[in-house]
């Protein structure tokens, strides 16, 4: 820190850098708080990067949603437009649509931009998704992960209204409609709908006030909360430290990785450029919501091929699956079952899937820390569980589209529908058996490969004229992979202290069999010694094949 | 050296190439001439009694089996006696009729007769009873007022053409046809004729100067491609999120492996 002394005596004058580091040291002691988080070990694995394309995405979207903001005005005062666009000239419409279309025709670069958030927001929610789904199926939402999930979870809810706000704004008819689905669902509830509608718009749908609000919304609270839970996300991975993949020498209590400086922050500095170069490519490229299609919005229009964005999608298509005739009067009122329904089995589904690592906890009743990823194949049950998750996530989101698979398959809109219903209430049984027996003939393929190595590819004649496949067995390093992984054996029932069987002592047995009654146990020392000693004489004579002549 | 070794009478790897160029354009060009040769005779009277003779004669060949010998209607095709000329126009001249089979409703295939011909069917069919008639030129030329155009579409059309004329679904495997190649003369006919599943936008429901401004916006969007680069088909979210997932988040991952693969 201080100024070097060369070996002649005289003083040298110490660089800039490092003068200016000592400026700031001494000001903000900020050497001990870089020297810590410089030398974070962050393990390296594509899969790791996932949660940081959502972050960069989301980064992306600040920067161009702040220029926009420029340019935008939240108003439903109504104008008629007078711009560029010519199929839209002398239409009326409101300020909200015309600055919008003033961004994407009369401003310099408007277009881009808005582009640019558009598809930055898509892929925002995208990369959360897939985040979502490395960290469910590696089971990295364990102790103590838990918290830092719910937080993931939350912003992933946020992420959407973020999404839901942002294109109601322009107020062009596609997104009039959406608004109008959101008002009948708010409607659809009992007892509570119509007050809330009326309170959200400001009195009778549309009205004039939900334009501004939705943008109060959508550039003040959500961001505001999405960037503290994003500062609490990392914080808590800072905390935890990251989690790893197992492999020789990784354990519980190490992290091993490039430090964060240099390695690590060089790289996802220009991992962000990465990102930001491919959004900008897209951007430039390829149109998204070309609201001057879709023209003002007008209550009584409704395209064909009206969808949400894809991460609302899977709301819309529950509503779409949904039989008709659910609705009937009672107690003069209108109980709307084809919209109470869809609320709650996607709420359910919802904290389902926010709740899930307490209930894992519950089940296996497992205290411990846990910085080793799973392979999904290692955890059959949780595997399974999460892919009858995504199959029914999956059927939902592909009912959004029922219109444009018709057509494009040349389908029937109800051969789809009906199809896709089918998926949605038994997709997910079959997927779950499917994807529990996938896993568990992996754990044996694992199983066996250990034991007794790979298939070489070579056959050899023994001397009684009996032909063998040489297996040849598997180093170390590839070996640690396969057998590190802890395999929980189902709960037995024990009285407790007074010697009484509680009831919730019984339903954690019967949902801890169900967990971990079919499991591939990883192959122990003792077992890999036995293999290798009855080995002995394949390898022998592979060693000595001459002398067998 | 060189040279002597470039002379060994070998043809340039690129003659075989060069010599298939020359034939296409010849063909092409040959093609084109007799093509629009045959297109300045396609002018087909509409009150001559010789175009409309020849009209019931193509009828008879290839119309009869399904619609009856005086066009009367059978179990099998409905009667075409007060269709009048614009509905022949449209069902043949885009290749609906004749139909390839019974189904939810009639498949544009490519055009089973030349122009002239097209018209002869057109004028048979008018001759046997009123009905609407092949629009003049003026209100299929998309000169119109597009914003007009547009603002009637999004009310009349776009609930089952979607707003970009991208086309959508209809029930039990019927469907709305994409615009987005459809011609002037086409458009305007369906309207006044109302094909297949399409309601029939008379005068009175769409003035001939609104159909005008309809075809002007459909014009305007088929002629100027979006502002905004590829269109990803017109179809909305779900190509937006179709191209996101595949190609967007393909790409990023893509890189995410390439940038930890070293390490590895």
Partial sequence: MSTATSPNGTQQKPSFTTAASVYVNERTSVAGFVKELGRKAFPDHWSFLLGEVALFAFVVVLITGTFLTFFFQASMAEVHYDGSYVPLKGVEMSVAMASTLDISFDVRGGLFVRQMHHWAALLFIAGIGLHMLRVFFTGAFRKPRELNWVIGFVMFILAMGEGFTGYSLPDDLLSGNGLRIIDGMIKGMPLIGTWTSFLLFGGEFPGTAIVGRLYTLHILLLPALLVALVALHLVFVVVHKHTQYAAPGKTQLNAVGPPILPTYAAKAGGFFFIVFGVLALIASLFTVNPIWNYGPYDPSPVSAGTQPDWYIGFADGALRLIPPGWEFVWLDRTWSFNILVPLIALGGFIVAAMLYPFIEAWVTGDKREHHIADRPRNNPTRTAIGAAGVTFYAGLWAAASSDILATHFSLTMEGVIHALQATVVIGPFIAYFIAKRVCIALQKKDREIVLHGYESGRIVKLPGGEFIEVHQPLDEYDRWKLVSYESYQPLMLRPNARGKITVGQRVRAAVSRWFFEDRIAPVTKRELEAAHSSHHDAAELEAAPSSQH | ?264
């Avoid at chain 2, 011909?117 to 209100?139: C, T, W």
């Avoid at chain 2, 970009?164 to 679904?169: C, D, E, R, T």
């Fill in chain 2, 1 to 264: 050296m060189n040279r002597s070794k470039r002379r060994t009478g070998r043809r340039h790897p690129l003659a075989t190439v060069a010599l298939l160029a020359l034939g296409l354009v010849f063909t092409g060009g040959a093609y084109a001439a007799v093509s629009s040769g045959t297109a300045a005779q396609a002018e087909a009277d509409p009150t001559s009694q010789q175009t409309i003779e020849e009209g019931k004669k193509l009828f008879q060949a290839n119309c009869a089996t399904c619609h009856g010998l005086e066009a009367q209607g059978t179990e099998f095709g409905p009667s075409l006696i007060g269709v009048g000329a614009a509905s022949v126009d449209f069902q043949v001249g885009t290749g609906r009729m004749p139909m390839q089979m019974q189904g939810p409703q009639a498949q544009e295939k490519p055009v089973q007769f030349t122009d002239e011909q097209v018209k002869q069917l057109a004028y048979y069919v008018a001759s046997l009873g009123p009905g609407p008639d092949i629009p003049e030129d003026h209100l299929v030329d998309g000169g119109g007022d597009a914003a007009n155009g547009a603002e009637l579409f999004r009310i009349n059309c776009a609930m089952c053409h979607n707003v970009a004329g991208a086309g959508g679904a209809l029930t039990q495997g019927k469907y709305a046809p994409p615009l987005t190649d459809v011609s002037g003369v086409h458009i305007y006919e369906a309207m006044v004729t109302g094909p297949q599943n399409m309601p029939v936008f008379n005068d009175l429901n769409i003035s001939p100067e609104d159909k005008r401004d309809i075809i002007t916006y459909l014009k305007y969007v088929q002629d100027n491609r979006s502002p905004g680069g590829f269109e990803l088909g017109a179809l909305g979210p779900v190509a937006e999120g179709l191209f996101i997932w595949v190609f967007g988040l393909g790409v990023i991952v893509a890189i995410t492996v390439w940038i930890t693969a070293k390490s590895n």
